[in-house]
């Protein structure tokens, strides 16, 4: 995402990158019920990147972080990360999902 927004979008490091998008699904977790360690950072800029990229790895990525991420969500409305805490998972999960909607001010870097 970084070197995209430094005018880089055809390096080889952002095609690997892309590629890794491609992948199936979001990387699975350590275990069940147990996230990685910096789960929500790398699904902000894995999604931003992925918008980035444009419509085809969006289209790809965005429905399965989006329902990963609804998934995720307690009762309570809040994301839970036992590593970062429940205020920046639930910051984190939310911009996630208002990448669709354009409210994100990094979305004008494309």
Not at 12 to 38: D, F, I, K, M, T
């Amino acid at each position: 995402m970084a070197l995209t927004c430094a005018g880089l979008g055809e390096d080889p490091a952002v095609q690997r990158g892309r590629e890794y998008l491609q992948q199936p699904h979001p990387p699975l977790e350590l275990s069940p019920g147990q996230l990685a360690e910096y789960h929500f950072y790398g699904r902000f800029y894995a999604t931003h990147a992925a918008w980035q990229a444009g419509k085809p790895a969006w289209d790809r990525w965005y429905p399965i972080v989006r329902d990963e991420l609804l998934a995720q969500q307690s009762t309570s409305g809040a994301w839970h990360d036992a590593n970062i805490g429940d205020e920046y998972a639930t910051a984190m999960a939310l911009i996630v999902l208002q990448f669709p909607y354009g409210n994100v001010p990094l979305l004008a870097i494309r």
